[in-house]
């Protein structure tokens, strides 16, 4: 009975010495993506609309109709579409337009900045709007000379908004918009 009881005893040990001695399985950490892009290098533009701006080179601009253009980045998913809109004695109607477009995101978005613009060299007087939340546009902005010219810009991203996953390219196109609205001339 003793050597029967030795002999469980050493084949429960060596079972256990051989199969409980694995590591422990542990949850890997959390990461995140690396979202790396090329630094902007910017290039002059001027179409057949009464205004010209610098825009990312990286972009692809297409024209659509009535002065207005789609600024696409293939690689980051998302476009920045620009509106012009000749001022006719509807300056205000321009402006409270533009400014209920971006506050129509005060659903999703936890906060809307807005950054004043003003270049009285250019004539070129407007806003610049940032959209922080999971809102469908992370930025906007309008541009005017009050007496002809009327401009309004906004990217979209072709994702679910989640502004944690696009944080970097919304932050990329920011730069971007905000040199285009920087750089705006009127013809």
Same mark, same amino acid.
């Given at each position: ?7 469980i005893?050493?084949? *429960?040990t060596? *079972?256990?010495? &051989?199969?409980g +001695?694995k590591?422990?399985v542990?949850?890997k950490p959390s ?6 892009y090329?630094?902007a290098?910017y290039?002059?533009f001027?179409?057949? +609309?009464? *205004? ?8 692809? @601009?297409?024209a659509?109709? %009535? +002065?207005g253009?789609?600024?696409t ?7 920045i ?8 004695? %509807? @300056?205000?109607k321009?402006?409270?337009d533009a400014?209920?477009?971006?506050y129509?995101?005060v659903?999703? $978005?936890?906060d809307?900045?807005?950054?004043p613009? @003003?270049n009285?060299?250019?004539? /070129?007087y407007?806003?610049?709007?940032? &959209?922080?939340? %999971? ?7 309008? &541009? ?10 906004? /990217?979209? *991203?072709? $994702? ?15 730069n ?9 001339k009127?013809?």
């Open positions: 009975m003793l050597k029967k009881t030795t002999t005893v050493i084949l *429960f060596f *079972f256990f010495a &051989v199969f +001695c590591d422990d542990l949850p990461s995140y993506l690396r979202l790396d090329p630094e290098e290039v002059g001027k179409g057949n +609309c009464p *205004f010209a701006f610098e825009m990312n080179s990286k972009a692809v @601009i297409k659509d109709k %009535n +002065c253009y789609s600024i980045y293939p690689k980051m998913k998302a476009t579409y620009l509106t012009y809109k000749p001022v006719n004695n %509807n @300056i205000k321009l402006l409270r400014q209920k477009l971006t129509e995101h659903i999703k $978005a936890d809307i900045l807005e950054q613009f @003003i009285t060299n250019n004539k /070129v407007g806003m610049f709007y940032q &959209v922080d939340g %999971n809102a469908a546009t992370n930025s906007q902005f309008y &541009v005017t000379d009050s007496i002809k010219h009327f401009v309004t810009a906004s /990217v979209y *991203f072709y $994702a679910k908004p989640n502004f944690d996953s696009i944080m970097p390219a919304a932050s990329y196109i920011k971007d918009m905000q040199r285009l609205m920087e750089t705006m009127w013809k």
